[in-house]
Each structure stands twice: as structure tokens, then as C-alpha cells.
């Protein structure tokens, strides 16, 4: 008797997206985005993702983004709305735990559990809703404790190669 396959996406298997784009505009971020529904979901992150536990990133939930834009990479040009550049910092796919709830219930009641297999980033995180901020739509991303989780500051990942961009 063979065990069923297990298609539970943390090898790859379950085909729900993520990618994390850093867009270098008028302040640097890296746009979050999770598929859901048929759209991306999408935070920008000030300091990226990380991998530690004890970094709570502040993520501003923006707009639903169409799948397809998972694969934009290049410049927005000068006069649009984010113009500068955009480069692919991870993608993969990802896996929704919270248990009782859809993931867009999970997000209407202000806390997303999941999985993420990425290149950079992987293992379990956690979307929190801020109720009491001064921005609007402020979540925070939070590496939950697993076999993936490093200690201390997380900075090591974050590529340099347009930190010296001269701004317009
Ligand atoms: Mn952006």
C-alpha cells in the first residue's frame, strides 16, 4: 500500500505563486506578492523579507497586481507612477496553513500563515495586520521559528548591485 502523494507545495508541487520584486523607485522596497484568487496579492516591504524570527517587517498591503505581472522585471520609466528599476529578488511557490479559514478570510481577519519555497526565502511566515498604526494598511511580516530560521540580523541577502543607482 503506497502513501498518497503529498502535493501540499513545500517541494514545489502545488502551483500557488509568490514572488518578491525589488524595485528600486524613489525609496527602495521590495514588492511582496502572494497569488490568490487569480490576482497577486501585494505588500511593499521597506527592508525586505528576512529570515529571522526576531525582525518584524513592516509590509504596506497596495493594490492586487494580474498574475502576469510576477514576471516583470526592468525599468518603469521616468514620468510613471514607480518609475525606476525592478528585478526579480525571489519567486517560487507557497502554501496557505492557516487551517480553518480560505486564505482571503485569513486576510480579512488580519492574519495569513503560510509557507514559502523560495530560492532566498523558505519555510513558515506569518502576515499580521497592525490595528493601531499611523499607515495605512500596515501588516508586518514575521519569520515564524523553523529549520530554515537564522538568528540575529538578517541583511546578507539583499543585493547591492543598484545600491549606488543615481537618483533623477
Ligand atoms: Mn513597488
Known sequence: MGKPHKTDGANGSNGLIFVVQRHQATHLHYDFRLEMNGVLKSWAI????SMSPSDRRLAVMVE???LYYAGFEGIIAEGNYGAGTVEIWD???WQPDNKLESPLQALRNGS???TLNGEKIKGKFVL???EHSRTENAWLLIKR???YAV???YDGE??????KTASH
Open 128 to 130: 499580521v495586520k497592525m
Open 46 to 49: 521597506p527592508k525586505g523579507p
Open 158 to 163: 539583499r543585493p547591492t548591485k543598484y545600491y
Open 64 to 66: 492586487d497586481h494580474p
Open 145 to 147: 521559528h523553523d529549520q
Open 91 to 93: 519567486h517560487g511557490t
Open 112 to 114: 495569513l500563515e503560510f
Open 151 to 153: 538568528s540575529g540580523d
